[in-house]
C-alpha cells in the first residue's frame, strides 16, 4: 500500500511478527510479554492527542495546559511557578517548538504526531558497508559527536509502530508515511538535567523536559542527514511513528521500571529517547536485563509518590484503563487520564516518579555505583533501604540560587 505521497507503507502484518526469526532478539531475552491479545496502537489513543479532540479528557483545563506553553495562561501560585519558571520551560521548547511547526500547514506536527520530514536528499551513491559491527561502531561515535548520551541499535518490529499517525488539522486519522524496506532502529538516549529533575512538580522543572526535546531535535535530525549523506534512508523520530520503549529496550540501553521508564545503568531514568529508522547496513544491539525487574518487584516509591495515583501497585499484567494504554503486553500500565490530569491541573509536566526513583543517582560516582550492583543483586532489599531517606524535592528558589541536586 502507498500513501498520497506515493511512499510505500507498512499494512497487513500478522503479529507477533518477529517470534521466528533468529536474527532478532527474543522477547524473553528483552523482557517483553507479548500476549494473544496484542493490537498495534494507534496515535490518535495517546493521551496528548486525545486532550485535543475525546471528551472524556479535553477540558478547560487540557487547553489551559497547553495554552500555558505560550504563555497565554498567567503564572499560578506556588514556588516553581513564576513567570520566569514558566518562561524558562518555555524558551527550553523553542528548538524542538520552530521544528514541529514548520509543517503545520500539511497537518504535520513533526515530532509528536508525524515523522521529521527529510531535510537532504538520499545520496544517489551508497558507501559499501562490508561490516554492518562496524558501521554501528561509526553511527554511535557520530551520535556522540552530535551530543547524545546514549545509542543503541535494534532491528525494525513492526508491532510497535503506530497503526496510524494524526493529521493535525482536523485530527483524523492518517496513513501512516514510513517506508517499506526500513531494517535497523537506531535509539539514542538525551540526558535530563539532574538538578532541574529535582524540582518537580514545577514549572521550572518542566524546562529540563524541554531543552532535551529540543537537543535531541537537533540531535536527530543531524544524524538522520549524516546517514542519508553516505547514501541509505533514514527517517528522523522523536514521540512520533512509533513505541520508542520496547525499541529502547530490545537495543538494550536498559530496562523497563514500575513507573513506565527505562531505567539505564548511566543515568537511571532520566532520560529522553529518540529514533531514526534506517536501511543502512548496522549490526544489532541485544537486550541486557539488569535485574530492575526484580527490584521495582519490592519497591513502589513511584507510585506511593504519584499525586493522582495512575502509577500500579502489584505485579505487571495486561490490562489497561482506558484506550491510552497498549492491548495485549504484559507490564506495569499507568493510567494515563489520571496522570494528566494532574498535569492540566498544575499547567506542566510532572516526573515526581523520575525524581523519586531510586535509580535517580549519579553514577559517576562511586558510592551510587556500588548501590546499583546492590540493588541488581540478591541483596535489593537492602539497598532499597538504604534509599529510603532518598528522593526528596529540592526547592525551586534553591536552584535558581545555584543549588545543585541532592546526593
Known amino acids: 500500500m502507498r500513501d498520497q505521497s506515493g511512499a510505500a507503507t507498512l499494512t497487513g502484518m500478522s503479529y507477533p511478527a518477529n517470534r521466528a526469526d533468529p536474527r532478532r ?175 518537580y512538580p514545577s514549572a521550572l522543572a518542566g524546562a529540563a523536559t524541554g531543552r532535551e526535546y529540543s537537543h535531541e531535535a537537533a540531535i536527530v535530525m543531524q544524524l538522520a542527514a549524516y546517514i542519508r549523506n553516505l547514501g541509505y534512508r533514514a527517517v528522523a523520530s522523536m514521540n512520533d511513528t512509533g513505541l520508542v520503549i520496547p525499541y529502547a529496550v530490545k537495543a538494550g540501553l536498559g530496562e523497563y521500571a514500575r513507573n513506565q521508564l527505562v531505567i539505564t545503568p548511566e543515568f537511571g531514568p532520566r532520560l529522553r529517547f529518540s529514533k531514526i529508522f534506517t536501511d543502512l547496513q548496522l549490526a544489532h544491539d541485544r537486550p541486557a536485563p539488569l535485574g530492575v525487574r526484580a527490584f521495582c518487584d519490592i519497591c513502589t516509591k513511584c507510585a506511593d509518590a504519584c499525586p493522582p495515583k495512575a502509577l500500579p501497585y502489584g505485579p505487571p499484567g495486561t490490562a489497561g484503563a482506558n484506550v491510552s494504554a497498549i492491548a495485549g503486553v504484559r507490564k506495569w500500565t499507568s493510567d494515563a487520564e489520571k496522570c494528566f490530569s494532574f498535569w492540566a491541573r498544575t499547567r506542566t509536566d510532572c516526573a515526581i516518579c523520575m525524581r523519586v526513583c531510586p535509580f535517580n543517582r549519579d553514577f559517576s560516582k562511586r558510592r551510587h555505583r556500588l548501590w546499583l550492583k546492590l540493588a541488581l543483586s540478591r541483596f535489593r532489599k537492602l539497598a532499597l533501604w538504604l534509599d529510603r531517606r532518598r528522593g526528596g524535592r529540592m526547592k525551586p528558589s534553591e536552584w535558581w540560587r545555584g543549588g545543585r541536586a541532592p546526593r
Open 25 to 199: 532478539p527474543g522477547d524473553a531475552e528483552a523482557g517483553i510479554e507479548v500476549t494473544d491479545a496484542f493490537k498495534r496502537f494507534s496515535q490518535r489513543n495517546d493521551i496528548f492527542t486525545r486532550a485535543m479532540w475525546d471528551d472524556d479528557v479535553r477540558s478547560p483545563d487540557t487547553d489551559a495546559f497547553f495554552a500555558s506553553y505560550r504563555m497565554e495562561a498567567a503564572p499560578r501560585r506556588g514556588e516553581g511557578f513564576s513567570q520566569r519558571d514558566f518562561a524558562l520551560r518555555n524558551a527550553s521548547w523553542l528548538i524542538s517548538d520552530v521544528m514541529t511547526n514548520r509543517h503545520a500547514d500539511r497537518g504535520r506536527r513533526e515530532g509528536f504526531q508525524a515523522a521529521i520530514s527529510d531535510d537532504t536528499p538520499v545520496a544517489p551513491d551508497a558507501l559499501p558497508v562490508d561490516d554492518p559491527a562496524a558501521m554501528s561502531a561509526e553511527i554511535k561515535r557520530v551520535s556522540r559527536f552530535f551530543g547524545a548520551d546514549l545509542c543503541g541499535v535494534t532491528d525494525l518490529d513492526e508491532r510497535w509502530l503506530y497503526t496510524d499517525r494524526v493529521d493535525t488539522r482536523d485530527l483524523s486519522a492518517a496513513s501512516p508515511d514510513l517506508p517499506e524496506g526500513l531494517t535497523s532502529v537506531i535509539v539514542l538516549g538525551h540526558e535530563m538535567d539532574r538538578a532541574l529533575v529535582a524540582t
